[in-house]
């Protein structure tokens, strides 16, 4: 070869090395250069070498060597390079915009490639839409700004797979007359995330019209590295908005938010939290609660509540519940119900501080006047089962006085009237006699009264022992009884079983009597008559039931059917004193239940009541 073949920067190396041959007795020599083409280009080339033959006095006399082109492997080289740096310079770039214009330049280092431009594809509007381009001609800029569905870089996009080529000989049709023919070459790399187009790397040439392996690689390899700008930019989009919304959020809550770092110092602070301690304009972020104190002596006894509490939700390692006082400018306090939530790093150490705070002054008012409300009920309570009881009292000994007095002169009416029955008939006529039996009925039915008041008042008062009670078999007892009064009576009877309940058996015994005394009473005329001893069974209640074919009764008079000593029958017609209905609806609500009564004239009566199930 010639050194004028050699390119200029190359030849003081080459004769560097043909100097190190003929002077200084090397023998092998490797050696890169740039040898000009006939068409003044360059090549580059691996040039080998060894001396085979050397003259008197070590002179050189013959060279045999190689020469091969290197020109791919050199470019190849060159190109991972260029990735490398383009790699380094994205991993340092800040902005979106500064990775688009670093991975442009780098596709425009290429040599021939004139133009190029980076497209975003809006999957929504279907159109690729130019973000940066690099020396776009200004007559073209129109029609290059915006590609619609039918156009043909969107086509060619939408093929998923890069075209390269010579216009000439580009298999994709175009239609010709347009700016495309202008270009010798163009390259269309589409740009996927996740397999979905997102934007193209568009590249054009005026003088080339063909790529080699190597540059298509290292455009595509470029297109990647915009992939992976767009998937950041995607994600911090997404992370922006995503804290913009957080942000708002908290802003927007009543309640104090507040993150702190491991040291306690502040990192966020929503609006509420800084009108509290009036730090709007105060710049918090990094400042610890000691260092605000000293920024706000006013709030000083606040914040430094505020490190005390801190150090105690670290400790404790879990969320925390305290209540703390902030004082208020004008004067008065506010109440807060603050959580703290550490977090804590892989390590153990301490990693950040979650404080929410919400005011409860008002519901620390309102409880407090609940108590002051509540201890004064609890007086009135008090005071009022004190009068209760007094008035029980009194009502009771009222009771056994009247009973015991009155007894005594109804024992001299019935003594007297006795003696008169038994010594004095003679004496008498049909209308005295008929007057002295009048007298001996009424003081029997004064008694029985009497009987009936001081069981009503036994049954009101006595303590109750509550326990698992069967009505069924109360029931069964008190049947036997009444056949045993009237042993030629027969009256058919229902029981269902079990029928379980929660009271005092003693008083369930007498409230069972009584209404199955009514019925008894009441069915006297039936030819068959029937009662039934049943229970309904509902989803948080059993009402229990007794019923008869019996009398009846009109419903306009059920309000006096519970009240003491009234009667709807005459005592002609059955006997009775009135009281036994007001004992069961005494025995009841003791119990905590209710009772009522159905019925019709000549169609009999079902009295209903409820006790607390087992």
């Given at each position: 070869?010639?050194?004028?073949?050699?390119?200029?920067?190359?030849?003081?190396?080459?004769?560097?090395?043909?100097?190190?041959?003929?002077?200084?007795?090397?023998?092998?020599?490797?050696?890169?250069?740039?040898?000009?083409?006939?068409?003044?280009?360059?090549?580059?080339?691996?040039?080998?070498?060894?001396?085979?033959?050397?003259?008197?006095?070590?002179?050189?006399?013959?060279?045999?060597?190689?020469?091969?082109?290197?020109?791919?492997?050199?470019?190849?080289?060159?190109?991972?390079?260029?990735?490398?740096?383009?790699?380094?310079?994205?991993?340092?770039?800040?902005?979106?915009?500064?990775?688009?214009?670093?991975?442009?330049?780098?596709?425009?280092?290429?040599?021939?490639?004139?133009?190029?431009?980076?497209?975003?594809?809006?999957?929504?509007?279907?159109?690729?839409?130019?973000?940066?381009?690099?020396?776009?001609?200004?007559?073209?800029?129109?029609?290059?700004?915006?590609?619609?569905?039918?156009?043909?870089?969107?086509?060619?996009?939408?093929?998923?797979?890069?075209?390269?080529?010579?216009?000439?000989?580009?298999?994709?049709?175009?239609?010709?007359?347009?700016?495309?023919?202008?270009?010798?070459?163009?390259?269309?790399?589409?740009?996927?995330?996740?397999?979905?187009?997102?934007?193209?790397?568009?590249?054009?040439?005026?003088?080339?019209?063909?790529?080699?392996?190597?540059?298509?690689?290292?455009?595509?390899?470029?297109?990647?590295?915009?992939?992976?700008?767009?998937?950041?930019?995607?994600?911090?989009?997404?992370?922006?908005?995503?804290?913009?919304?957080?942000?708002?959020?908290?802003?927007?809550?009543?309640?104090?938010?507040?993150?702190?770092?491991?040291?306690?110092?502040?990192?966020?602070?929503?609006?509420?939290?800084?009108?509290?301690?009036?730090?709007?304009?105060?710049?918090?972020?990094?400042?610890?609660?000691?260092?605000?104190?000293?920024?706000?002596?006013?709030?000083?006894?606040?914040?430094?509540?505020?490190?005390?509490?801190?150090?105690?939700?670290?400790?404790?390692?879990?969320?925390?519940?305290?209540?703390?006082?902030?004082?208020?400018?004008?004067?008065?306090?506010?109440?807060?119900?603050?959580?703290?939530?550490?977090?804590?790093?892989?390590?153990?150490?301490?990693?950040?501080?979650?404080?929410?705070?919400?005011?409860?002054?008002?519901?620390?008012?309102?409880?407090?006047?609940?108590?002051?409300?509540?201890?004064?009920?609890?007086?009135?309570?008090?005071?009022?089962?004190?009068?209760?009881?007094?008035?029980?009292?009194?009502?009771?000994?009222?009771?056994?006085?009247?009973?015991?007095?009155?007894?005594?002169?109804?024992?001299?009416?019935?003594?007297?009237?006795?003696?008169?029955?038994?010594?004095?008939?003679?004496?008498?006529?049909?209308?005295?006699?008929?007057?002295?039996?009048?007298?001996?009925?009424?003081?029997?039915?004064?008694?029985?009264?009497?009987?009936?008041?001081?069981?009503?008042?036994?049954?009101?008062?006595?303590?109750?022992?509550?326990?698992?009670?069967?009505?069924?078999?109360?029931?069964?007892?008190?049947?036997?009884?009444?056949?045993?009064?009237?042993?030629?009576?027969?009256?058919?009877?229902?029981?269902?079983?079990?029928?379980?309940?929660?009271?005092?058996?003693?008083?369930?015994?007498?409230?069972?009597?009584?209404?199955?005394?009514?019925?008894?009473?009441?069915?006297?005329?039936?030819?068959?008559?029937?009662?039934?001893?049943?229970?309904?069974?509902?989803?948080?209640?059993?009402?229990?039931?007794?019923?008869?074919?019996?009398?009846?009764?009109?419903?306009?008079?059920?309000?006096?059917?519970?009240?003491?000593?009234?009667?709807?029958?005459?005592?002609?017609?059955?006997?009775g004193t009135g009281i036994g209905l007001a004992l069961v609806q005494r025995i009841v609500q003791r119990h905590g239940g209710q009772v009522w009564a159905e019925s019709e004239p000549g169609e009999g009566s079902t009295f209903y009541f409820t006790l607390p199930m087992v």
């Open positions: 070869r010639r050194s004028s073949d050699l390119h200029p920067d190359d030849l003081p190396q080459a004769e560097q090395m043909l100097n190190a041959c003929l002077y200084q007795g090397k023998n092998i020599y490797r050696l890169e250069t740039r040898l000009r083409k006939k068409d003044g280009s360059y090549l580059w080339v691996m040039e080998q070498g060894k001396v085979v033959t050397r003259g008197s006095h070590g002179v050189l006399a013959r060279i045999i060597g190689t020469y091969r082109n290197i020109s791919e492997e050199k470019q190849s080289r060159d190109l991972l390079l260029r990735l490398y740096r383009l790699s380094a310079d994205l991993s340092r770039s800040k902005s979106f915009e500064d990775c688009l214009g670093l991975c442009l330049d780098a596709a425009m280092d290429v040599p021939g490639l004139g133009s190029g431009a980076i497209y975003y594809f809006s999957e929504k509007q279907q159109t690729l839409d130019l973000i940066i381009s690099r020396n776009l001609k200004s007559e073209f800029l129109d029609y290059l700004s915006h590609f619609g569905v039918d156009s043909i870089p969107y086509q060619w996009a939408q093929t998923g797979n890069p075209v390269y080529g010579s216009m000439k000989n580009i298999d994709i049709p175009y239609p010709s007359g347009t700016f495309l023919d202008e270009f010798a070459l163009v390259a269309i790399v589409p740009v996927k995330v996740e397999g979905k187009l997102v934007a193209t790397l568009n590249m054009s040439s005026y003088t080339i019209d063909t790529l080699s392996s190597s540059l298509c690689s290292f455009l595509e390899s470029v297109g990647q590295q915009i992939g992976n700008a767009v998937a950041r930019f995607n994600v911090e989009t997404a992370l922006r908005e995503n804290e913009e919304r957080l942000r708002v959020l908290i802003n927007a809550t009543p309640d104090i938010v507040c993150f702190k770092d491991g040291s306690g110092r502040w990192l966020e602070a929503n609006t509420a939290d800084l009108q509290l301690f009036q730090l709007e304009a105060v710049d918090y972020c990094g400042k610890t609660d000691l260092d605000l104190a000293e920024l706000s002596p006013f709030y000083r006894q606040a914040f430094l509540a505020c490190v005390e509490s801190d150090e105690a939700a670290w400790q404790k390692r879990n969320l925390s519940i305290t209540e703390e006082i902030i004082p208020v400018p004008d004067g008065s306090e506010k109440v807060y119900e603050i959580i703290k939530v550490p977090i804590w790093n892989e390590d153990g150490s301490r990693k950040g501080l979650v404080v929410l705070g919400r005011d409860i002054t008002l519901r620390k008012q309102a409880e407090r006047e609940v108590r002051l409300l509540n201890a004064e009920l609890e007086q009135r309570v008090l005071e009022r089962t004190a009068q209760l009881e007094a008035s029980n009292y009194e009502i009771e000994s009222f009771s056994y006085s009247i009973s015991h007095d009155l007894r005594t002169p109804l024992r001299s009416l019935n003594g007297y009237s006795q003696i008169l029955s038994e010594e004095y008939t003679s004496v008498l006529d049909a209308q005295g006699r008929f007057y002295l039996k009048r007298i001996q009925m009424a003081s029997k039915r004064m008694a029985q009264l009497l009987d009936d008041l001081l069981t009503l008042t036994r049954m009101v008062r006595s303590e109750m022992q509550i326990g698992q009670v069967d009505l069924s078999k109360l029931a069964y007892s008190i049947i036997n009884e009444l056949n045993h009064k009237m042993p030629g009576r027969h009256v058919s009877f229902t029981v269902e079983t079990p029928i379980l309940v929660r009271g005092d058996r003693t008083l369930l015994r007498k409230m069972m009597e009584c209404l199955l005394d009514n019925a008894w009473k009441y069915t006297l005329e039936c030819d068959q008559a029937y009662i039934q001893i049943g229970v309904i069974k509902q989803q948080n209640r059993q009402i229990c039931f007794v019923k008869d074919n019996g009398l009846g009764f009109d419903m306009q008079y059920a309000n006096k059917l519970f009240k003491p000593f009234e009667r709807l029958h005459a005592i002609s017609e059955f006997e």
